[in-house]
T-cell receptor
Framework: GAGVSQSPSNKVTEKGKDVELRCDPI?????LYWYRQSLGQGLEFLIY????????KSGLPSDRFSAERTGGSVSTLTIQRTQQEDSAVYLC???????????FGPGTRLTVT | SQQGEEDPQALSIQEGENATMNCSYK?????LQWYRQNSGRGLVHLIL?????REKHSGRLRVTLDTSKKSSSLLITASRAADTASYFC???????????FGRGTSLIVHP
């Protein structure tokens, strides 16, 4: 079956613009995670969803970052007024349950100029 | 600081040799997972080992877990050039649903 998909695969934006990143998880996966990875670094947790609710938003770097998930499926990560330090690969993963094996999408490479 | 830390940061070996990577963590965990990442994009799950397990095998992969030392190791036997990738451990701390990833070990296997 289809894996986790993310769009766009690459995004170049000017500083100060807003961007929306999309994640389509595997059907039936209730848990959805967003991570950020800077070059050569590990994964930085941003937010996770259980169904449509986000029990833990503690990883969001600032109030410019927000995320939502509708219908227990698609999730959107929005970054407002982008800054150069937001440049990174944004990875989404879904899991049939929390604490389980995560299936990752290919990521969105965001470049803020 | 990171919950899980991989060691070494980088490893370079010849094809056919074994590769061993280690992961140390700080707090009690539910389980520990190893992932592989090629070219800085999506991660692929390799093995999940639960806190009450000591060893698991999957093909050429062998994972051990020592909860008394709060450490795990990933052994890749008879390495191939295609094993070249970054390898990450992820731990789920007790009472948390958030897996924490280390910075990874970069493995290069020379043909």
């Amino acid at each position: 079956g289809a894996g986790v998909s993310q769009s766009p695969s690459n995004k170049v934006t000017e500083k100060g613009k807003d961007v929306e990143l999309r994640c389509d998880p595997i059907s039936g996966h209730t848990a959805l995670y967003w991570y950020r990875q800077s070059l050569g670094q590990g994964l930085e947790f941003l937010i996770y969803f259980q169904g449509n609710s986000a029990p833990d938003k503690s990883g969001l770097p600032s109030d410019r970052f927000s995320a939502e998930r509708t219908g227990g499926s698609v999730s959107t990560l929005t970054i407002q007024r982008t800054q150069q330090e937001d440049s990174a690969v944004y990875l989404c993963a879904s899991s049939i349950r929390t604490n389980g094996e995560q299936y990752f999408g290919p990521g969105t490479r965001l470049t803020v100029t | 600081s990171q919950q899980g830390e991989e060691d070494p940061q980088a490893l370079s070996i010849q094809e056919g040799e074994n590769a061993t990577m280690n992961c140390s963590y700080k707090t009690s965990i539910n389980n520990l997972q190893w992932y592989r990442q090629n070219s800085g994009r999506g991660l692929v799950h390799l093995i999940l080992i639960r806190s009450n397990e000591r060893e698991k095998h999957s093909g050429r992969l062998r994972v051990t877990l020592d909860t008394s030392k709060k450490s795990s190791s990933l052994l890749i036997t008879a390495s191939r050039a295609a094993d070249t990738a970054s390898y990450f451990c992820a731990t789920d701390a007790m009472g948390s649903y958030i897996p924490t990833f280390g910075r990874g070990t970069s493995l290069i296997v020379h043909p």
